[in-house]
């Protein structure tokens, strides 16, 4: 330097470097922390993003992004699964690597695990595999030109929904068709928006070309249904929504929709009870909607190559008036 420089302000200057590179430590620590070494890539969310004046009660904590499509994603027992080109691969919320085998070529439509098995849909037929990675059987569709698009697991039954059948299949768990479930209404499916889930006894099915989600029991008998189209918060928007359903472990309805992409939340008498997530916290604008799973104060999202992770948040909540206002105490939050 051409002008001379004083100790003070030598020492400050090195100080403010050595201080700097510390910090930059510490952060490639955390980050480095969570990197799986061939799996999703984790990136630390901060604050939550513009939403155009929407209050979720959630913040952002973390993104995971995947070397390929996500085909099909699950939660259970602390542990996120995500199926990619062929790969199952199970970690935890940071995206550390707990499992990873590889699966039987082909497309995965959805997932669904227990304690014991992980079941994998296919357009066609039904994969079960346990967490070691052994296939343990496998069984075809039992409808000519079946086209399967959603499965979830009841007790000791697989159902599936089958959109070009325009119906629901009932299987035992080792793969022995049981019976199809119609709907009184007439399932109206234009694209693979046939989603469904099981909690406390109730399968929730959506009709998504009429916008709404029908309720049946256990053993296929029609219960009733909710839900309207419309553009506003509480209906379903587009042409076939919603897509994606998932249940609290006190029977919420957890709805995820496509076009203008939201996850709502419904009571399980199909009331609805708040916005979650809007599409600025979704996907950056995107127009698919993103699977969605709960668990222990954290709402999981996954869509093209994405996992999000979001966690309940009392100050935002009571700032939204939405989860913050709300007497149940369901499994999307805490406390």
């Not at 029977?251 to 009331?271: A, F, H, L, M, Q």
């Amino acid at each position: 330097m051409e002008e001379s420089i004083s100790r003070k302000k030598f020492l400050r200057a090195v100080g403010s470097i050595i201080t700097g590179g510390a910090i930059a430590g510490v952060s490639g620590t955390i980050i480095s922390k969570y990197q799986p070494k061939d799996g999703l890539t984790p990136v630390l969310a901060g604050k939550q993003p513009e939403n155009g004046g929407f209050a979720s009660p959630y913040k952002p904590i973390v993104v995971f992004t995947s070397p390929g499509s996500i085909e099909a994603f699950e939660q259970h027992d602390d542990k996120l699964y995500v199926v990619t080109e062929n790969k199952l691969t199970a970690m935890d919320d940071y995206g550390k690597t707990l499992l990873r085998f590889g699966v039987k070529e082909g497309l995965t439509r959805d997932m669904a695990v227990d304690a014991d098995e992980i079941y994998l849909l296919r357009p066609a037929s039904v994969l079960v595999y346990s967490h070691s990675g052994e296939l343990l059987r496998e069984w075809d569709a039992c409808s000519e030109l079946s086209n399967y698009c959603s499965l979830t697991l009841a007790e000791n039954f697989v159902f599936v929904t089958d959109k070009d059948n325009k119906n629901i299949c009932k299987y035992t768990r080792e793969g022995t068709f049981v019976k199809f479930i119609n709907s009184p209404n007439r399932f109206i499916i234009p694209s693979l928006t046939f989603g469904i889930a099981y909690a406390n006894g109730k399968l929730y099915c959506s009709n998504s070309g009429r916008h709404q989600v029908e309720i049946y029991s256990i053993d296929g008998e029609y219960e009733g249904k909710f839900g309207s189209a419309g553009g506003q918060q509480g209906y379903f928007c587009g042409c076939c929504n919603p897509v994606y359903l998932t249940c609290t472990p006190t029977g919420e309805i957890i709805t995820s929709e496509k076009g203008n992409p939201r996850v709502s939340c419904y009571g399980n008498d199909g009331k609805f009870r708040s916005l979650l997530l809007n599409s600025k916290m979704l996907d950056e604008g995107s127009a698919a909607a993103s699977k969605v799973k709960i668990a222990g104060g954290k709402l999981f999202t996954a869509g093209k190559d994405k996992v999000r992770v979001y966690e309940y948040d009392p100050q935002l909540a009571a700032a939204a008036g939405a989860c913050g206002g709300c007497g149940v105490n369901c499994g999307l939050r805490k406390g």
